[in-house]
């Protein structure tokens, strides 16, 4: 089955700093490739995705970059803020996502 | 709004008792997920379904069940509880096209003692 890996478990950078969340995955079928966020003692909820057929997809602070080929993609956030303080979850799939580890992001003020 | 809601919040049950953790959705989603979160190990998928009727197994379905008895009710049972199903239990809905994002519950937190 697909095999997750984010590498990073933790992560810390500067308020107003840039934060890079990287994810790799074992099954080329994957074509749809989500991020989600888990705030302490709460939920996973959705923050952003990129389907296969792209490459780049940006909104507002985040974008999420897909390398099909290394079978690679990854969360960029830009000018962090406390409350992007979180778990992040990647999560690729198609109709059944297969959840990564996490990387805890800290935004130290 | 849309949501899905898990019950009970927290649980508590005694090795070898039998535990059911509900799970109800009006996403009008063809899809449910039971996933447990345990640290070190991010979420895991113990079962889901297509829809009403359908349960399939996921990557730990050992020792759990799992019942779809419609489109807005997914159950997951523990027949017989142990130490080790410690954990955060998470249920979730998708439409089941491949493209879209899951809606999770707030969450289960069960300890078996």
């Known amino acids: 089955g697909e095999k997750v890996e984010q590498h990073e478990s933790t992560l810390s950078v500067r308020e107003g700093d840039s934060a890079v969340i990287n994810c790799t995955y074992t099954d080329t079928a994957s074509s749809y490739f989500p991020w989600y966020k888990q705030e302490a003692g709460k939920s996973l909820h959705f923050v952003i995705d990129?389907?296969?057929?792209?490459d780049r997809k940006q909104s507002q602070r985040l974008t999420v970059l897909l390398d099909k080929k290394a079978k690679r993609f990854s969360l960029h956030i830009t000018a962090t803020q406390p409350e992007d303080s979180a778990i992040y979850f990647c999560?690729?799939?198609?109709?059944?996502?297969?959840f990564g580890g996490g990387t805890r992001l800290t935004v130290r003020p | 709004e849309a949501a899905v809601t898990q019950s009970p919040r927290n649980k508590v049950a005694v090795t070898g008792g039998k535990v059911t953790l509900s799970c109800n959705q009006t996403n009008n989603h063809n899809n449910m997920y039971w996933y447990r979160q345990d640290t070190g190990h991010g979420l895991r998928l113990i079962h889901y379904?297509?829809?009403?009727?359908?349960?399939e197994k996921g990557d730990i379905p050992d020792g759990y069940k799992a019942s779809r008895p419609s489109q807005e009710n997914f159950s997951l049972i523990l027949e017989l509880a142990t130490p080790s199903q410690t954990s955060v239990y998470f249920c979730a809905s998708g439409d089941g096209t491949g493209h879209s994002d899951y809606t999770f519950g707030s969450g289960t937190r069960l300890l078996v003692i």
């Open positions: 990129i389907r296969s057929n792209v």
């Open positions: 999560a690729p799939g198609g109709a059944k996502l297969t």
């Open positions: 379904s297509y829809g009403a009727g359908s349960t």
